[in-house]
């Protein structure tokens, strides 16, 4: 089992910064693939940015040059640095791991973040 806790969602203004953190109740080392997806009110849940335990990275397009993903391994966190942020960036923030020995999944309860214009 993994538990997942987020923090650093908040109320922010259009241009501001905000960082996420996603701490793992296990060490994040052999966790294949951790990430970030987002649902805003009456939208589906979608992909924000993803890392692997190599250190690869993914991001959607509509966030690419704002956030930044990264993994702190000594920490057994995962952060999400977002930068410029705008109003149709505001949605609840979800933390994901995947686990590919044991082809499972684990989410966080999620933190909203607000973006106001």
């Known amino acids: 089992q993994v538990q997942l806790v987020e923090s650093g969602g908040g109320l922010v203004q259009a241009g501001g910064s905000l960082r996420l953190s996603c701490a793992a109740s296990v060490s994040i080392v052999n966790i294949n693939s951790m990430g970030w997806y987002r649902q805003a009110p009456g939208n589906q849940r979608e992909l924000v940015a993803s890392?692997?335990?190599?250190?690869?990275?993914n991001y959607a397009d509509s966030v690419k040059g704002r956030f930044t993903i990264s993994r702190g391994n000594a920490k057994n966190t995962v952060y999400l640095q977002m930068n410029s942020l705008k109003p149709e960036h505001t949605a609840v923030y979800y933390c994901?791991?995947?686990?590919?020995?044991?082809?499972?999944?684990?989410w966080g309860q999620g933190t909203q973040v607000t973006v106001s214009s």
């Open positions: 890392i692997t335990s190599g250190g690869n990275t």
């Open positions: 994901y791991a995947h686990r590919s020995y044991y082809a499972d999944d684990y």
